[in-house]
């Protein structure tokens, strides 16, 4: 079994709704995203899957969120989720599933982590 794994960064603000403390104001963070992808076999050139075709979908995904409210996106907030870096590593790893696996047959997403600093993150994945 192969992983290939990619991160990028970004930064946005966000609110967590109902949390009894600092984070229910208004505060930002550079978020790191990182994705591991999965397959057992290589294409003819050694690579499981090309490094930039999994950074462009990556990119496509969080150029939505990259300085921005995240409360204020479709899915968070008012009437949606919570945006904790769990509901974000959930979101992110859902909206990549497919187009991850499409780009090579035999490719599976493994996790997804989400930092709000250097020290703290999420992780998100399914058994599969």
């Known amino acids: 079994m192969y992983e290939l794994t990619v991160s990028k960064s970004f930064s946005a603000a966000h609110i967590l709704c109902g949390y009894p403390g600092d984070c229910a104001r208004l505060h930002g963070h550079t978020w790191t995203v990182q ?6 076999e290589l ?28 409360n204020d996106l479709d899915g968070f907030g008012d009437g949606g989720v919570n ?10 790893y859902r909206s990549l599933e497919k187009p991850v696996e499409a ?9 997804v982590s989400v930092w709000e600093s250097p ?7 399914e058994d599969k």
């Open 103 to 111: 780009l090579r047959a035999g490719i599976r997403m493994k996790e």
């Open 83 to 92: 945006p904790t870096a769990e509901n974000l590593a959930f979101y992110i």
């Open 43 to 70: 294409d003819n050139l050694g690579m499981l899957v090309d490094f930039k075709a999994i950074k462009k979908e990556l990119m496509n995904l969080i150029d939505q969120f990259d300085h921005r409210f995240i």
């Open 35 to 40: 994705v591991k992808v999965k397959g057992e």
């Open 119 to 125: 020290d703290a993150y999420a992780t998100y994945w």
